[in-house]
């Protein structure tokens, strides 16, 4: 399904920024969430990011991964933990299952770089 158009500024709007995943650990209780910390760099800092990825990744080896994060997604609370932002992912979905692929930089960049 393609989502409605919206406006560049629209999308100007999304702080989209490489951050890398420096801890990850289960979330207690929860069959799905890892609570991820990421540095974004000296701007943005340290963010806690939750995400349903449990099941999904060996996410213990998804540290010191750089990925795409959403900065300034409103933070949203969840299992007692607040999320400060998104890890970016594709998500291809099958008839049977869905394969999650985390996005990633070709290449080690500084953290907090501006994604356009």
Known sequence: ?????IT???????????????QAEEVLGS???IKFTVDLGSEAGLRTILSG???DF????LIGTQAL?????????????????MILMAVERGEQAEKITLLVPQEKIPEGTGVE
């Open 31 to 33: 069959q799905k969430l």
């Open 1 to 5: 399904m393609i989502k409605p158009l």
């Open 53 to 55: 990825i449990k099941k």
């Open 69 to 85: 994060v959403l900065v300034n997604l409103e933070p949203k609370g969840m299992m007692g933990l607040e999320s400060q932002g």
């Open 58 to 61: 060996d996410w213990q080896a």
């Open 8 to 22: 560049y500024s629209d999308f100007e709007k999304l702080d989209m920024r490489i951050g890398t995943i420096i």
